[in-house]
């Protein structure tokens, strides 16, 4: 079932979803002159010619009754006469329960009918009942439940119970009765919606401005009855033996006259169509209000949104910018480390002894040496050029002088480069370059191999082209 605004607003939601079906109660009657004297026998004799059950079954127990009337029932729920009409066959084969408790089935309906009957079929009458017949179940095997229907029966006969119609609908209108005893139907939708919250069935006082209002049920469908102990339709009876409702042409029974209005689909009364457009008018400039500040909120959350993304393109930008500028100057601190490493290193060069022309290309050769591994190849340079000048000094079987007991050690100075003649360089073997190398120790690999490529390097270039050396 369809749910509008104005009811979700009023909180009946759930209430109109647990409400899609209806039980109507109406009181059984023994309709007889003298129905005090009528005996159990009699009665069950009577209601078995009744509707299209099986008759003459033992352990049934067979009764008519007025299943619903069309208008307004007590619970001001309105029963229209096409919607009646449409589901007169539906209560057949359905069930007949205890107190309105599907667990507790004592018969079944066996057969509908419409009372009065039409003329033609085809016309549909301003007004009517449908009766059903059915029967109760009298042979139970649990003592308990025998006792309990026999009990029924007889309060039955004594007036004590009444029948209350089942039903489901999927929709529901509204059923409009002015002051003068007007009847008009209003439409359900998104305008009238208002009027569900004053509807009796969830928990209005079934009127508004003075008219009565009641639920005008929709796409019925008779799903049951329940014997009930609190009769709604007055004008539901059990008839007499002369009073067969499924007659083709049955006599007048006697069943009460009508009490309740029947609905006519006409315009809604002027104060209703006023009172609907004020309440409209109200919950439309309400809507308009609250939509006005939900849209303010969204244009404010919209230009928050509008400013952080700004916010975030600035700071992006800048933090670009930023990277640039690192970038930039990491270049430049590496050239200056670049430039001031070789001016180091060709001081270093110098310093060593190296010639002029060959320091740009020993400089290339080694820039890949570390700091430290440079400082210790010129160091052996320099080393190597000690041992030449010392072999030359004893060359002419000069004896060794022997040297004096060590002074006691004091902190050494690194010895100042000694020249060397150029020629006396030239004269370097392999071997002299290889003793020098022998005393770097043997643990140090990575220094040895540097050592070993500085050797090679000098003993096949440098040290055989050094022209500066004296």
Known sequence: MKIFKAELLDGLSEKIKASSSVAITSEIL????????????????????????????????????????????????????VEVWGAKDSPVDKQFNYMHNENDIIGHITGSTIYPKPSDDLVIPEKFDIITSAVLYKSWSDPELKERMDQLISEIEEKKWAVSMECLFSDFDYSVVSPDGVSK?????????????????????????????????????FSGKGLVDNPANPRSVILSSEEDPFEQEPTKLNIKEFEMAKPKEVKIPEVIAASVTEEVTVETDERDVAI????????????????????????????????????????ELTAALATIRTMVRTSQVKDAGISEDKIKETLAKFDSVDDEAFAAMLDLVKVQANVFLESQTHADNQPVPVPEPAPEPEPELEPEPEEVVASDLEDLTSADVETVASVISDDDTSL??????TANYFRNSVLSTTKNLK
Do not use: C, M
């Open 292 to 331: 006005a500040d939900l849209k303010q909120t969204v244009s404010e959350l919209e230009g928050q949104v509008a400013s952080a993304q700004e916010s975030e393109k600035g700071l992006k930008t800048e933090l670009d910018t930023v990277k640039a500028e690192l970038v930039t100057k990491d270049g």
């Open 448 to 453: 040895n191999e540097v050592f070993s490529a």
């Open 185 to 221: 139907v209003v439409a359900r939708n998104e305008d009238s919606a208002f009027l569900t919250k004053h509807l009796r069935v969830y928990g209005g006082k079934g009127e508004y401005e003075g008219y009565k209002v009641g639920r005008l049920l929709r796409s019925i469908s």
């Open 30 to 81: 023994v309709n007889s002159d003298s129905a005090e004297s009528i005996s159990k026998e009699e009665i069950e004799k009577t209601l078995a010619s009744y509707g299209f059950s099986n008759p003459d079954q033992v352990d049934l127990y067979y009764l008519n009754s007025v299943l619903v009337s069309t208008g307004w029932n007590k619970n001001d729920d309105v029963f229209d006469t």
